[in-house]
């Protein structure tokens, strides 16, 4: 089974602000499970969610196709 966070946890592990969190979750960017009042998360969500903002880094050949296209 996998592991369910607080908010509190969730920013920890992601060493991101709780407010950042709140945030996700507000604008529904992450996703979310309500438990009563409370909200939980699950830590693969977590996990998810900071693999989909991952941006690859550029090669050296990229960088000179790119530098053509602006002159």
């Known amino acids: 089974m996998d ?5 509190e946890e969730a920013a920890a592990r992601m060493r991101m602000s709780v407010r ?6 507000a604008q529904r ?5 309500k438990v009563g ?3 939980r998360l ?6 998810a969610h900071v ?3 991952r941006v ?5 050949s990229e960088v000179w196709t ?6």
């Open 51 to 53: 693999d989909a903002g």
């Open 29 to 33: 960017r992450i996703a979310f499970h």
């Open 66 to 71: 790119g530098m053509r296209s602006v002159a």
């Open 56 to 60: 690859e880094a550029l090669t050296v």
């Open 3 to 7: 592991e369910v966070l607080t908010v």
């Open 20 to 25: 950042y969190v709140r945030r996700l979750v």
């Open 42 to 47: 699950k830590a693969s969500d977590v996990d």
């Open 37 to 39: 009042r409370s909200v």
